[in-house]
T-cell receptor, first 113, second 110 residues
Framework: NAGVMQNPRHLVRRRGQEARLRCSPM?????VYWYRQLPEEGLKFMVY????????ESGMPKERFSAEFPKEGPSILRIQQVVRGDSAAYFC???????????FGAGTRLSVL | GNSVTQMEGPVTLSEEAFLTINCTYT??????LFWYVQYPGEGLQLLLK?????DKGSNKGFEATYRKETTSFHLEKGSVQVSDSAVYFC?????????FGKGTRLHILP
C-alpha cells in the first residue's frame, strides 16, 4: 500500500511564476491536509479538503494560494505569482476519516529565486 | 488557542546516552498527543501517540506519557543511537488539524 505521494520533491520557480504542488493520498483516504514548514519552524496548517470540498482553509493566505481535491486525481496546492517568502517545504497528509491519524508525504521543497 | 511548546535544540548527545525532549501543551478539551520524527530530507513519520490522560505511547525504544496535570508529553529514550539523529516534533490534534511545536534537532555522536 503506497504512502502519501507528493510531487515534485523539489520545485524551483522565479518570482512571479506559478507553483503547482501535487498530492496523492493513501489508498482509501478521502481527507487531505496541507501544511507549510518554513525554515527552522514547525509545520503550520494551511487547508483541509475532502473530495471536491474545502472543509477548513483557515491557514491559507488570503491571496495567491488555492487548493483543490477533485473527484478524480490528486489534490493540488497552487501558488500564483510566487515571492521569495513562499520558499518552504509543503507537506501533504491524508486520513481515512475526519479525526483519524494523518499520514504525511515526503514533502515538496519550493525554492523561489 | 491550542499550542505546543517544546525545548529548543539542537540537542547533542553521545551514543547510548539517555534522552529527554520536553514538550508542554495548551489545549481546550482532550486532544490526542503525538511525537513525529523527520529524518534528513524526508517527510514526517509518526513516532508515537497517546489519546487520553495517563496513556503511554511507545515505539522503537521511545516513550512519552500523556500528563494532564502538568500538560506535558515529554519524549524519552534510555539509550540513543546514531540513527536517532533527526528532528522531533511534538504535536496535538485540534479539530481537523494538527498543531506542531517548532521541532527539536537531535544529534547523536558515535
Amino acid at each position: 500500500n503506497a504512502g502519501v505521494m507528493q510531487n515534485p520533491r523539489h520545485l524551483v520557480r522565479r518570482r512571479g511564476q506559478e507553483a503547482r504542488l501535487r498530492c496523492s493520498p493513501m489508498k482509501g483516504h478521502s481527507h487531505v491536509y496541507w501544511y507549510r514548514q518554513l525554515p527552522e519552524e514547525g509545520l503550520k496548517f494551511m487547508v483541509y479538503l475532502q473530495k471536491e470540498n474545502i472543509i477548513d482553509e483557515s491557514g491559507m493566505p488570503k491571496e495567491r494560494f488555492s487548493a483543490e481535491f477533485p473527484k478524480e486525481g490528486p489534490s493540488i496546492l497552487r501558488i500564483q505569482q510566487v515571492v521569495r517568502g513562499d520558499s518552504a517545504a509543503y507537506f501533504c497528509a491524508s486520513s481515512p476519516r475526519q479525526g483519524q491519524i494523518q499520514y504525511f508525504g515526503a514533502g515538496t521543497r519550493l525554492s523561489v529565486l | 488557542g491550542n499550542s505546543v511548546t517544546q525545548m529548543e535544540g539542537p540537542v547533542t548527545l553521545s551514543e547510548e546516552a539517555f534522552l529527554t525532549i520536553n514538550c508542554t501543551y495548551t489545549a481546550t478539551g482532550y486532544p490526542s498527543l503525538f511525537w513525529y520524527v523527520q529524518y534528513p530530507g524526508e517527510g514526517l513519520q509518526l513516532l508515537l501517540k497517546a489519546t487520553k490522560a495517563d496513556d503511554k505511547g511507545s515505539n522503537k525504544g521511545f516513550e512519552a506519557t500523556y500528563r494532564k496535570e502538568t500538560t506535558s508529553f515529554h519524549l524519552e529514550k534510555g539509550s540513543v543511537q546514531v540513527s536517532d539523529s533527526a528532528v522531533y516534533f511534538c504535536a496535538l490534534s485540534g479539530d481537523d488539524k494538527i498543531i506542531f511545536g517548532k521541532g527539536t534537532r537531535l544529534h547523536i555522536l558515535p
